[in-house]
Nanobody, 120 residues
Framework: QVQLVESGGGLVQAGGSLRLSCTASGRIASINTMGWYRQAPGKQRELVATIPAGGSTNYADSVKGRFTISRDNAKNTVYLQMNSLKPEDTAVYYC??????????????WGKGTLVTVSS
């Protein structure tokens, strides 16, 4: 069973920064795209940023220029550096990864989420 564990959330003032991390563990053969999504209270989950195993990154328009996604394939870890945070960035942030385990088909895996709260 693959597990994704996020860390790095917390309370920050507007204009501040946070760095989220997410590490995948289990019998992992390979990981394709990794990404971050978020869900604010009363809203649907939305894409924040994705990064494939090889290729260009993708960002939601609302975070372009402020957030940076990166990954360390050797550690099965994806990061989200969040700068110039705004109150509207407040949400639970979820890690996502397209994981292929040994002798199994690829599957879409999710972490349990980490809360980011930005105060004004």
């Amino acid at each position: 069973q693959v597990q994704l564990v996020e860390s790095g959330g917390g309370l920050v003032q507007a204009g501040g920064s946070l760095r989220l991390s997410c590490t995948a563990s289990g019998r992992i053969a390979s990981i394709n795209t990794m990404g971050w999504y978020r869900q604010a209270p009363g809203k649907q989950r939305e894409l924040v940023a994705t990064i494939p195993a090889g290729g260009s990154t993708n960002y939601a328009d609302s975070v372009k220029g402020r957030f940076t996604i990166s990954r360390d394939n050797a550690k099965n870890t994806v990061y989200l550096q969040m700068n110039s945070l705004k109150p509207e960035d407040t949400a639970v942030y979820y890690c996502n990864a397209a994981v292929r385990q040994y002798y199994r088909s690829p599957e879409d895996c999710w972490g349990k989420g980490t809360l980011v709260t930005v105060s004004s």
